[in-house]
């Protein structure tokens, strides 16, 4: 099953789509919302794409009309494979890194209030860690978006997308059944672009890999 781009899209057709999820989040940090950072939750993890390796995260907003708008992130095995040991609540005899972690932070009293997701470069998304120290002064810390909403599924505190990034990246159903669906290019990571870009050109759709060749001559003009 071959990756098709069009335009200015990226198109993704998901071999399996494996579960949705209704995790419902305990937000005990209101107060800390603002009103251009919208919510999120994660409905969805693709068992498989092409390449093997990568897989679909879809994340949906909380609050909002339907249909709702929706967020997808490439991710590869082991991302997705904590955030499913995570989801689950998969039990170990020893602690795993995100256990760990977790009493890490109860032990130095540090709270995380919230994590908000605020840019995407090349495929790349990035996000912060806002919290709290004991005696109530605020930090922040970069963070992986997978690794913040990982931890938020143990911890149970709030994980946002800022509102322009939401509504300029989201996602476009193609398909009645929702397993196939658009992403804008600038969320798909440039090693796959290239993949794709290979598969043009085996396939002789020379039109989309001279597309695909000028987005990663692009990117790699301004590394």
């Not at 950072?37 to 994660?42: G, K, S």
């Not at 143990?154 to 992403?183: N, Q």
Request: net charge negative.
């Amino acid at each position: 099953m071959n990756f098709l781009y069009c335009f200015h899209y990226f198109f993704i057709y998901v071999v399996r789509y494996v579960f949705f999820i209704n995790f419902v989040v305990p937000n005990d940090n209101k107060n800390r919302f603002y009103m251009n950072e919208v919510e999120v939750r994660i409905v969805g993890l693709s068992d498989l794409l092409k390449p093997s390796t990568a897989h679909a995260m879809i994340l949906e907003e909380v609050i909002g009309t339907e249909p709702k708008r929706r967020l997808a992130m490439i991710i590869g095995d082991r991302e997705a494979t904590d955030l499913r040991t995570c989801m689950f609540d998969c039990k170990s005899p020893r602690p795993l890194t995100y256990d760990m972690v977790r009493s890490l932070l109860s032990e130095a009293g540090v709270t995380i209030v919230k994590a908000v997701i605020y840019d995407v470069n090349g495929g790349v998304f990035s996000s912060y860690l806002y919290c709290l120290r004991p005696d109530g002064s605020e930090f922040k810390i970069d963070s992986r978006p997978t690794d913040a909403l990982s931890l938020s599924l143990k911890i149970g505190y709030p994980v946002y997308v800022l509102e322009d990034l939401l509504e300029k990246e989201k996602i476009r159903i193609v398909t009645p059944d929702g397993s196939g669906f658009s992403m804008p290019l600038n969320s798909v990571a440039t090693d796959m672009l290239k993949m794709d870009l290979e598969a043009a050109i085996n396939n002789e759709d020379y039109e989309r890999a001279a597309m695909l060749r000028d987005e990663i001559s692009r990117r790699a003009s301004k590394a």
